[in-house]
T-cell receptor
Framework: GAVVSQHPSWVICKSGTSVKIECRSL??????MFWYRQFPKQSLMLMAT?????????EQGVEKDKFLINHASLTLSTLTVTSAHPEDSSFYIC?????????????FGPGTRLLVL | GENVEQHPSTLSVQEGDSAVIKCTYS??????FPWYKQELGKRPQLIID?????GEKKDQRIAVTLNKTAKHFSLHITETQPEDSAVYFC????????????FGAGTTVTVRA
């Protein structure tokens, strides 16, 4: 149980284009999903927290107009990197938690590696 | 916000020896402390977690201890094996902040055969 999928696993795009990444909880309802970014040999940095049906809460320094997050259902959240630039190249990982009592545990997706040329 | 510090950044141990990783946190409201193992290019995988109402938890070769007063928690891996080689992250979270995770910087563990 508690499986989170992410699609695509790999994406290469040209500078200036937009890229959408999907995060799905396959066998549970995720009231809260999180988006992280991880640069090589670094820790995971939280970008935003999204709750189903409401606007995402972005961490300080993360541009909300550049990283659009939509959490339209209890099993799907999307991250769109708009007008991507080479410095946006990174490993993007989502996670989800159930929101039930005792549901502090976050389950991570496999990640999406983005390369912007 | 929460600040989690993790030490050491790298750790090399002989197979069969123990490995210990230590973390400190700053927010006294934090009450959930998971540990994740991440292999290169893969997702972080939860290996053990502890809640603030418990001082110690063990799962086979892995144990975690928590000292709320000192605001630090530690991961102990006994009888290390080559497959334990990975990057380990500690994290802290609390209900007030929707259990969002603040991660430590990570520890690269290498188990020498």
């Amino acid at each position: 149980g508690a499986v989170v999928s992410q699609h695509p696993s790999w994406v290469i795009c040209k500078s200036g284009t937009s890229v959408k990444i999907e995060c799905r909880s396959l066998d549970f309802q995720a009231t809260t999903m999180f988006w992280y970014r991880q640069f090589p040999k670094q820790s995971l940095m939280l970008m935003a927290t999204s709750n189903e049906g409401s606007k995402a809460t972005y961490e300080q320094g993360v541009e909300k107009d550049k990283f659009l997050i939509n959490h339209a259902s209890l099993t799907l959240s999307t991250l769109t990197v708009t007008s991507a630039h080479p410095e946006d190249s990174s490993f993007y990982i989502c996670s989800a938690r159930t929101g039930r009592a005792g549901g502090e545990t976050q389950y991570f997706g496999p990640g999406t590696r983005l390369l912007v040329l | 916000g929460e600040n989690v510090e993790q030490h050491p950044s790298t750790l090399s141990v002989q197979e069969g020896d123990s490995a210990v990783i230590k973390c400190t946190y700053s927010d006294s409201a934090s009450n959930y402390f998971p540990w994740y193992k991440q292999e290169l290019g893969k997702r972080p995988q939860l290996i053990i977690d502890i809640r603030s109402n418990v001082g110690e938890k063990k799962d086979q070769r892995i144990a975690v201890t928590l000292n709320k007063t000192a605001k630090h928690f530690s991961l102990h891996i006994t009888e290390t094996q080559p497959e334990d080689s990975a990057v380990y992250f500690c994290a802290a979270s609390n209900q007030r902040d929707d259990y969002k995770l603040s991660f430590g910087a990570g520890t690269t563990v290498t188990v020498r055969a």
